[in-house]
């Protein structure tokens, strides 16, 4: 079953190219879809809604095409922007009750589905007080309680962690997760940040200056390139010899050392060397893979790729 | 499984999990009725905090004074106070302030908090969009006057005055109400909508009435120093009150507002000319300048 598809999708502004040939398809769950700022994210999804044009190519929402059936796409989608978008000054409730009405829904049910939504999303009594006085995180709840009120079947979250400290990401985070499970809605949240994404999502899609670099299931970016971090005090040299004897693949960065986890003897191989020399270790961490190493794998894959038909 | 027996009291929000929803899906018309409806409530401050509902009621009370008074001098004095016709023209600074105070609430903070596109990412479009907006300034402008008016009649009625009734007059003016509340709704809306800012709206907007009116007074004063009364009268039309009572005027031959009459003949038909265009004018800047804020 496919969510959406794209094929060959472009769309070009009169000075810059945001989305060149993208081919992708989604399957239902949660999917990441990552890129720098400025990747062609936000513009993929006003596509996507059927609120933009593109300029070639062609997508397909809930198997609806986003040029003719825009309106149908929008009754079952729901959409959480990456701007603030809330009044100040109504409430949550009274906001969300009418963001549901927008949807289609009668005045009662809407209320219901209001109280249900926010009670999902963890706001409470404040739900009743003006939005103006809400902090961050209260905002970004309303936000994506108003894009679930009318139950779509799927949703788009465009950076729905932007702004939130360590805790309310965590937070926003398990939230996406349990939309995804627990909900049984299909989401497509964006993030320029991979190491957050891979929490949640079920597949990821990798974009960069409007082109596809990579999309795959989560399970393979955490497999093809996990890796430890480890620090000693001094002699770094040493333990990466030692540790290129025992047969790891070791890569100096910085202070630190990645070492390539072929399996659980990785562990058992840092742990002898540390040990054997006698150093003293400052940390041992897995390693957190960032968007540019994913960039930095890709455009090896294609080095590679270009290599083999020489 | 033991039973323990529970000492403080329970007040449990139980779990029960998510819950599909597979009831009714209304169409985009009741999108944009409720669309509307919210407006509407927004430009009388209802489900806002109190100080959003103090100009909007104040200016009702300030429109239904001069009601109160009239209806008090039929009861009391059993003479006619202030007639229907002229009504909406005698009272039209408060009109237009009550314009200026609420056009801009209506518009404003959906284009400078950027909810505009979480309304397009509904089923309703950038139409959809004015159409409903235009109408709940239109409905609530039509509050203000009909509901005076409304006061006036029921008064005459019930202080049953010698001599004949003015049931005629009071429906013209209901009718002339609504193209009031048209005009009046589309300028205002239009102007707010040029800037997300409340402030500047409202400035822009009072300063489109007291530009209008000043002329036509200033134009007016010089040409009737000059004895040319004929032209001056063509001067009261600049005023867009003014060109609306004459437009009523002339359809429903009731006396005019203004106090010194309007040109014969040509002026009326030229008047609701003028009028529709004012207000294709504003409609069409309105529909201009969401296409392209919704394309942002």
Known sequence: ?310 | MTATPIHEPTGVIHDIGYRHYDGRRLGRGSAVAALTLHSLRGVFGLGRPARSKIMPFGLLVVMLLPAVVTVAIMMLVKQQGMGYPGFTATMQTVLAIFLATQAPYLVAPDLRFRVLPLYLSRPVTVLDYVGAKLAAMTLAMLVLMVLPLTVMFLGELLADLPGPGHTGEFFAALATSVLYAVMLACVGTAIASFTPRRGLGVAAVIAFYLLTSAISGVIYGVLASLSRDGAAEWAMLINPFFAVDAVQVWLFDTPPGNGVGYPDGLGGPIALLGVLALIALAVLALIMRYRKAASS
Do not use: W
């Open chain 1, 1 to 310: 079953m496919t969510i959406l598809a794209t094929e060959g999708l472009t769309r070009r502004f009169p000075r810059v190219t945001a989305l060149d040939q993208l081919s992708v398809t989604v399957g239902p769950g949660v999917t990441g879809l990552v890129g720098a700022n400025g990747a062609g994210k936000s513009t993929l999804i006003k596509i996507l809604l059927g609120l933009l044009e593109p300029t070639a190519g062609n997508a397909q929402v809930l198997d609806m095409d986003v040029t003719t059936r825009g309106a149908e796409i929008r009754r079952a989608v729901g959409y959480m922007p990456e701007h603030d978008c809330l009044p100040p000054d109504v409430s949550a409730t009274e906001f969300v009750v009418h963001m549901a009405q927008m949807s289609g829904l009668p005045r009662t049910n809407a209320r219901e589905r209001a109280a249900d939504t926010l009670r999902h999303v963890g706001l409470y009594e404040e739900r009743y007080r003006p939005i103006g006085g809400y902090s961050t995180g209260m905002k970004q709840r309303v936000k994506l309680a108003q894009a679930l009120v009318h139950d779509p079947r799927l949703v788009f979250l465009d950076e729905p962690t932007n702004g939130l400290d360590p805790q309310g990401r965590d937070e926003m985070l398990g939230l996406i997760r349990r939309i995804g499970t627990e909900f049984g809605i299909s989401v497509l949240v964006t993030s320029h940040l991979l190491g957050e994404l891979e929490r949640v999502c079920d597949h990821v899609i990798v974009i960069d200056g409007g082109k596809l670099l990579r999309s795959s299931a989560i399970s393979d970016f955490t497999q093809a390139t996990q890796t430890v971090a480890v620090e000693v005090e001094e002699g770094q040299e040493q333990l990466a010899a030692r540790l290129a004897d025992l047969g790891q693949t070791v890569t100096p960065h910085g202070r630190l050392l990645m070492v390539q986890v072929a399996g659980p003897e990785t562990y058992d191989a840092v742990r002898d060397a540390v040990c054997d020399l006698d150093l003293r270790l400052i940390r041992l961490e897995q390693g957190r893979q960032r968007i540019e190493d994913v960039f930095r794998g890709s455009a090896a894959a294609l080095d590679l790729a270009g290599q083999v038909p020489a």
